[in-house]
């Protein structure tokens, strides 16, 4: 029974030999595949990070530069309310000079203001902190817009 015990022994020593010599070829491919998902994770989750690190980025300057464009906007609109308040109308009779009169004292001011309302939109004329509390999608809208509208040349509509 030693014999067969030592024999035995022998031959389960040699199959452990050869079993390390040439080691099976699913366990490297499993390893390999390993890696290779691994690799692949990574890879997309750096993709992801970096769009959303994109969006995040694109998205707060448009809304940056939304909240400046419609600031300047709304100063221009202001602007023009402000002229039109102290704007006078001198009256003469036959020359001579009878009376300086605001457009309030003359009743044509507020017609006056609703022309220069007519200029600008709802959102033109809200206030830079109102316009702060707006949804971000109408922020959006008016980034958008502003390329194309911008502000009005610089002088004031209407010739005031």
Not at 57 to 75: F, N
Not at 99 to 106: Q, R, S
Not at 140 to 156: D, N, Q, Y
């Amino acid at each position: 029974m030693q014999i067969l015990t030592d024999r035995h022994d022998a031959e389960r020593g040699a199959s452990l030999a050869r079993a390390r010599q040439t080691p099976p070829v699913r366990t490297l491919r499993c390893r390999s595949m390993k890696k290779t998902r691994l690799l692949v994770c990574i890879a997309l989750t750096a993709v992801l990070v970096t769009a959303v690190t994109l969006a995040v980025t694109l998205t707060a300057r448009a809304e940056r530069r939304a909240a400046e464009g419609q600031a300047a906007v709304y100063h221009e609109y202001q602007q023009l309310l402000e002229r039109a308040a102290s704007y006078a109308v001198t009256v003469s009779e036959n020359g001579a000079a009878v009376g300086t009169y605001t457009l309030a004292d003359l009743g044509v001011f507020e017609g006056t203001r609703a022309a220069i309302d007519a200029l600008y939109t709802d959102t033109e004329r809200l206030s830079p902190e109102a316009f702060a509390a707006r949804p971000l999608r109408e922020k959006a809208r008016v980034a958008r817009r502003l390329p194309s509208h911008g502000l009005r040349g610089g002088r004031p509509c209407g010739g005031l």
